[in-house]
């Protein structure tokens, strides 16, 4: 069965800093993945997805997340961080072997604090 | 366009009573996925429908919990004999189909007395 890693609980970051989020998944072939991000009291917002292809993909409000399969990694990074990021950010690996994109299964999150 | 909704947004009950969650999906979205959001266990699958049929169930929890899908569009989630540990947060979400970007609703907020 997948798995995904969020080895981060908390972090904090100072508004304009730059930011990467880490995520590690465990699937015995490529997955597809995703990056969800949640504010308080909030559904899940999509921000980005890598099915296949290019393996640096962009996001919107500026992330970006590089699949690296040597490393099963999908870390995502923003550049300069806004105070309005501040959330909690979901890593989700989706399986492909059956050919489908269901039964997301998630990290624990990481809950992104921004200092002013 | 609308997205997901869900109602109601919040529920209290109490223990032993039986519960209903709804979620409205995309409109044209031919799969429904529900997911359970709760402190101690994550963000964990439920129960994924393709059309009106459910071809994975596996994270019902019990036998408790059902889903059903009515015309390809409307889900409930029924919990029944609710008890304190069902009290989490209820997401659905939906994609135009099983191989599609899954979105989410606002959630339903469970507390269970």
């Known amino acids: 069965a997948q798995s995904v890693t969020q080895p981060d609980i908390h972090i904090t970051v100072s508004e304009g800093a730059s930011l990467e989020l880490r995520c590690n998944y465990s699937?015995?072939?490529?997955?597809?993945l995703f990056w969800y991000v949640q504010s308080p009291g909030q559904g899940l917002q999509l921000l980005l997805k890598?099915?296949?292809?290019?393996?640096l993909v962009q996001g919107i409000k500026g992330f970006e997340a590089e699949f690296k399969r040597s490393q099963s990694s999908f870390n995502l990074r923003k550049p300069s961080v806004h105070w309005s990021d501040a959330a909690e950010y979901f890593c989700?690996?989706?399986?492909?072997?059956?050919?489908?994109?269901?039964?997301?299964?998630f990290g624990t999150g990481t809950r992104l604090q921004v200092t002013l | 366009g609308a997205g997901v909704s869900q109602s109601p947004s919040n529920k209290v009950t109490e223990k032993g009573k039986d519960v209903e969650l709804r979620c409205d999906p995309i409109?044209?979205?031919?799969?429904l996925y529900w997911y359970r959001q709760s402190l101690g266990q994550g963000l964990e699958f439920l129960i994924y429908?393709?059309?009106?049929?459910?071809?994975?169930k596996s994270g019902l929890p019990s036998d408790r919990f059902s889903a059903e899908r009515t015309g390809g569009s409307v889900s409930t989630l029924t919990i029944q004999r609710t008890q304190q540990e069902d009290s989490a947060v209820y997401l659905c979400?939906?994609?135009?189909?099983?191989?599609?970007?899954?979105?989410f609703g606002p959630g339903t907020r469970l507390t269970v007395l």
């Open positions: 429908f393709q059309g009106n049929s459910a071809p994975d």
């Open positions: 989700a690996v989706g399986r492909r072997d059956t050919g489908t994109a269901s039964k997301l299964t």
């Open positions: 979400a939906s994609s135009r189909d099983y191989t599609d970007t899954q979105y």
């Open positions: 699937y015995g072939a490529t997955p597809y």
């Open positions: 890598y099915f296949s292809g290019d393996t």
């Open positions: 409109s044209g979205h031919t799969a």
